[in-house]
């Protein structure tokens, strides 16, 4: 890295430093920066953190800025939250999160939230009608809250996913969603998880809602490889787990009741962990199926019969989910988004590289190089990153580099049926 400037901006000053860490997570937790600097260093240039955070009349503005080579990314945003003294060391840490926090420390029943703002607002909280949860969709319940917010909302989500936010709380009739208050955050996680999808903010204060990796480039990263292919990142260090016991092929099963019809409904998500052949000798791709595509696959191998080195369902371990109150489709629903969670966890990768501005929460990534083929094959999200700088005070020169941790997920079927099922993937 030929040239590297970073900044550190509280509060419109800007703070010298000597270390940070900018954490990012994709899996529903509050992204957070970590600083380090010298207490001689704030005083020579006239910083007075105490004074600082005592005359912002609301949340004190945090943001982080990276210059390499000339291009300059704004890797972090967020509000300032402590600073620790040690006179022992005469170093101060400085500790932010990002917009995701205001939400965390807001605790409130989802029938209507405020109702249109009638009381004092909250820290980072601004004016708005309100966030109303009678018969909503999903998109309507995370615009309203980020709206609240004064965040951007950056829906994402995939076709058909924009479901009534009323059966992700067990109830589609019932418009008392929850009854004991909750934060904010905590909702929208829950709402992401249960939908197959994931929620954070970005450093444009955007809420980003929607399906893993949607409107983001691919990180291509390759090790032991050189030169390192143009557009590639290369991997200074990679380790992966295999966690093979539940994630090679199942079954996820979701039984409810829909009041709504009096009839009792069910949905049904069948991981296939590798090709293999059905009792029918159909070809079956890996991959997530559902409805009819997983119905045809159950069928198939229900019987004992069959070549040997068929698939038998009696060997297939099944996840079975009891949940009230849904339809048909929302059953269905809810077992593909079950299904999906249990799926991306059969290899998790830590990669450490050189710094990555584009990386994201959920950003794709591919594996490449001196690994085993078993590992490339495979599609990867990132979950959770962290950029980490460190000064060295003797030569006064900076060190960048970004850690990843990488999940796999299983591609979702196309829609094929059983006999031709071989062509998805």
Do not use: C
């Amino acid at each position: 890295m030929s040239a590297l400037g970073v900044e550190l901006n509280i509060g419109g000053q800007t703070i010298p430093i000597e270390s940070f860490d900018v954490k990012g997570s994709g899996a529903g937790n509050t992204g957070h920066m970590v600083a380090g600097t010298g207490m001689a260093r704030l005083a020579a240039a006239g910083i007075d953190l105490v004074q600082l955070s005592s005359a912002a009349p609301t949340s004190l503005p945090v943001d982080v800025y990276v210059d390499v080579d000339g291009v300059r990314s704004h890797i972090f945003s967020g509000e300032y939250l402590s600073a620790k003294f040690s006179y022992t060391r005469t170093l101060v840490s400085i500790h932010a999160r990002d917009w995701s926090g205001p939400l965390v420390d807001q605790r409130r029943v989802l029938v209507s939230i405020l109702g249109g703002n009638t009381g004092p607002l909250a820290p980072s909280e601004v004016a708005t009608g309100g966030v109303n949860t009678q018969n909503q969709k999903l998109s309507q319940i995370v615009t309203s809250i980020a709206n609240q917010f004064g965040l951007t909302p950056d829906l994402r989500l995939a076709q058909g996913g924009d479901v009534d936010v009323g059966t992700i709380f067990g109830d589609s009739a019932n418009t008392i969603l929850t009854t004991t208050p909750q934060s904010l955050w905590a909702i929208l996680t829950r709402l992401a998880r249960d939908s197959g999808n994931i929620v954070y903010t970005t450093p444009g204060k955007s809420l980003v809602f929607g399906a893993p990796g949607a409107g983001l480039p691919t990180l291509p990263f390759t090790y032991m490889v050189n030169p390192i292919p143009a557009g590639s990142f290369g991997a200074m260090s990679l380790d992966v787990s295999h966690n093979p016991r539940r994630n090679q092929t199942f079954q996820v099963i979701v039984l409810s009741y829909d009041p709504t019809s009096s009839t009792l409904t069910k949905g049904l998500a069948y991981v296939i962990g590798s090709n293999f052949s059905t009792n029918d000798n159909a070809k079956v791709n890996a991959g997530l199926w559902t409805g009819p595509q997983a119905q045809a696959i159950l069928s198939a191998t229900t019987s004992n019969s069959g070549a040997a080195g068929t698939q038998k369902n009696n060997q297939v371990p099944i996840y079975t989910f009891h949940v009230d109150g849904l339809t048909q489709a929302q059953a269905q629903q809810r077992a593909q988004s079950i299904a999906l969670d249990i799926s991306k966890r059969e290899l998790v990768v830590d990669i450490k590289s050189n710094f990555i501005a584009a990386v994201q929460p959920s950003s794709p990534a591919s594996l490449d190089g001196q690994i085993s083929q078993d590992f490339i094959a495979h599609q990867y999200f990132v979950t959770e990153y962290t950029h980490k700088y460190v000064l060295n005070p003797k030569s006064e020169k900076g060190e960048l580099d970004t850690h990843l941790r990488l999940l796999d997920r299983q591609p979702v079927g196309a829609g094929e049926s059983i006999s031709t099922a071989s062509g998805a993937g």
